[in-house]
């Protein structure tokens, strides 16, 4: 069974562009979860979409933002890079839908550098 | 607000030997889970261990395990027989029950553990 994807791996933007980040959730999980996880700090919660909504956000600009497709899948947007946006994203995902299910897998993230 | 610190940036352990990481957490929430993650320099976040705030026995996994002590609201991993694949940045997370659904994992920084041959 194929844990969760994450691509691109690697992106490099410049200032002022958007990036596009996207998220396939291992099969059966309706939760997603975004954390950006900056040099020399944790991971810091950005979005959570469980079937189709956003359920919670996190401390970041609105500049930072994201859907969840049908299949559960999702797209985090950032625009108007800044160079303090360069970090790997990571996405996780959950059983979600209510069910009382504490496990998080996470994807590999994706390395977004911004010059 | 829920907080999760981790006071050790970075650790050491011999092959074989024992280490213990730090964290502490702060909350005023009562249905909670704390877990430990582990990210080796492939950056896949594994979970190593997770334990029920309402349980007053420790979990374990195999050589981890943890001492969780509610009241001082501390959640150290224990890793016994250290082997070289253990070498990685281990998270301390804390997750709330909200109306008993699972909300997200707020991280510390991290340690950053050396396994020495």
């Known amino acids: 069974e194929a844990g969760v994807t994450q691509s691109p791996t690697h992106l490099i933007k410049t200032r002022g562009q958007q990036a596009t980040l996207r998220c396939s959730p291992i099969s059966g999980h309706t939760s997603v979860y975004w954390y950006q996880q900056a040099l020399g700090l944790g991971l810091q919660f950005l979005l959570w979409?469980?079937?189709?909504?956003?359920?919670n956000r996190g401390n970041f600009p609105p500049r930072f933002s994201g859907r969840q497709f049908p299949n559960y899948s999702s797209e985090l947007n950032v625009n108007a890079l800044e160079l303090e946006d360069s970090a790997l994203y990571l996405c996780?995902?959950?059983?979600?839908?209510?069910?009382?299910?504490?496990?998080?897998?996470f994807g590999q993230g994706t390395r977004l550098t911004v010059v | 607000a829920q907080t999760v610190t981790q006071s050790q940036p970075e650790m050491s352990v011999q092959e074989a030997e024992t280490v213990t990481l730090s964290c502490t957490y702060d909350t005023s929430e009562n249905n909670y889970y704390l877990f430990w993650y582990k990210q080796p320099p492939s950056r896949q976040m594994i979970l190593v261990i997770r334990?029920?705030?309402?349980?007053?026995q420790n979990a374990t996994e195999n050589r981890f395990s943890v001492n969780f002590q509610k009241a001082a609201k501390s959640f150290s991993l224990k890793i016994s027989d250290s082997q070289l694949g253990d070498t990685a940045m281990y998270f301390c997370a804390f997750m709330k029950l909200v109306n008993y659904n699972t909300d997200k994992l707020i991280f510390g920084t991290g340690t950053r553990l050396q396994v020495f041959p």
């Open positions: 979409y469980d079937e189709g909504e956003e359920r």
């Open positions: 334990q029920e705030a309402y349980k007053q």
């Open positions: 996780a995902s959950s059983v979600g839908g209510g069910v009382m299910n504490t496990e998080a897998f």
